[in-house]
């Protein structure tokens, strides 16, 4: 019953950044465990970035550095900024929310990151 929708995916050239987003309409976040993944063609979806209840954070090796998640309460919604961005990057990226009931996933936002 909640529904998650990310936002802010494109194309940018190497080296550059792009903010995305994930809004809830309808649902209050609170402060429950969220975090990005991401999902290439032919690839297993893989763990980008998660931001937990306390605010403590973590990210895959291969984004740290360059990749910042953090919640905009105000907005009721994540946020992931990406700078430095490389073509491995390209990729569908997807909000997740971890409840007691379960997992919820929003549709997916595509980042093409090429020149």
């Known amino acids: 019953q909640v529904r998650l929708v990310e936002s802010g995916g494109g194309l940018v050239q190497p080296g550059g950044s792009l903010t995305l987003s994930c809004a809830a309409p309808?649902?209050?976040?609170?402060?429950?465990?969220m975090g990005w993944y991401r999902q290439a063609p032919g690839n297993q979806r893989e763990f980008v970035a998660l931001?937990?209840?306390?605010?403590?954070?973590d990210y895959a090796d291969s984004v740290k550095g360059r990749f910042t998640i953090f919640r905009e309460n105000a907005k009721n919604a994540l946020t992931l900024q990406m700078n430095s961005l490389k073509p491995e990057d390209t990729a569908v990226y997807y909000c997740?929310?971890?409840?007691?009931?379960?997992?919820?996933w929003g549709q997916g936002t595509q980042v093409t990151v090429s020149s």
């Open positions: 997740n929310l971890k409840v007691t009931a379960g997992d919820f």
């Open positions: 309808g649902s209050a976040l609170r402060n429950d465990p």
């Open positions: 931001i937990d209840r306390s605010g403590t954070k």
